[in-house]
């Protein structure tokens, strides 16, 4: 089973700074089907990355998912209020689909 | 618009059985996957398995095969996880999840159904 290790586990910046969110894989994921999400207090976790790089419907161009291989990358360009939640990778190249085990991001 | 609505929250005692429910609408129900995603509290998202509503068939995570059973019934949108016997353990937000079609992504998500077992 492919394992998911995300880094930092905790990340404290300020709004206007730039994110960088690490997901490394404990094996090569097939055609970088790798997805990113998040997740605020309360609610279900919302889609923002898909294939590595895709922006899902109605997500600001400020995400940017880039990576092959084992090592992923979400870039958040300039930190909105809104965007201080929990974020998780997710690979669907090979079952079992696992969950890295998320990075939350705080104001600092 | 995609909808996935969730069952309302559940209180029961260990060794009790529990189904809860996924409606799902605003597609065509049959030609999606849906997942099922267990989060316990103030911990992270759990990859529980999915389920094909057309036919059924289903693919389970190692670590919940055999401790749930996924399924799904086509004539009114609705899929299900259930628990035979529940233990404390499974004390914890469950998320169904519409599944991208092509991939196995989810692209949709319903609200959570909160179980909380105790004694």
């Known amino acids: 089973d492919i394992v998911l290790t995300q880094s930092p586990g905790t990340l404290s910046l300020s709004p206007g700074e730039r994110a960088t969110l690490s997901c490394r894989a404990s094996q090569s994921v097939s055609s970088s089907y790798l997805a990113w999400y998040q997740q605020k207090p309360g609610q279900a976790p919302r889609l923002l990355i898909y294939?590595?790089?895709y922006r899902a419907t109605g997500i600001p161009d400020r995400f940017f998912g880039s990576g092959s291989g084992t090592d992923f990358t979400l870039t958040i360009s300039r930190l909105e209020p809104e965007d201080f939640a929990v974020y998780y990778c997710q690979q669907y190249g090979s079952s079992p689909y696992a969950f890295g085990q998320g990075t939350k991001l705080e104001i600092k | 618009e995609v909808q996935l609505v969730q069952s309302g929250a559940e209180v029961k005692k260990p060794g009790e059985s529990l189904k809860i429910s996924c409606k799902g609408s605003g597609y065509s129900f049959t030609s999606y996957w849906i997942g099922w995603v267990r989060q316990m509290p103030g911990k992270g998202l759990e990859w529980m398995g999915i389920i094909y509503p057309g036919d059924s068939e289903t693919r389970y995570s190692p670590s919940f095969q055999g401790q749930v059973t996924m399924s799904a019934d086509k004539s009114i949108s609705t899929a299900y996880l259930q628990w035979n016997s529940l233990k404390a353990s499974d004390t914890a937000m469950y998320y169904c999840?519409?599944?991208?079609?092509?991939?196995?992504?989810?692209?949709?998500w319903g609200q959570g159904t909160l179980v909380t077992v105790s004694s």
């Open positions: 999840a519409r599944v991208s079609s092509g991939w196995h992504y989810f692209e949709n």
């Open positions: 294939g590595a790089s």
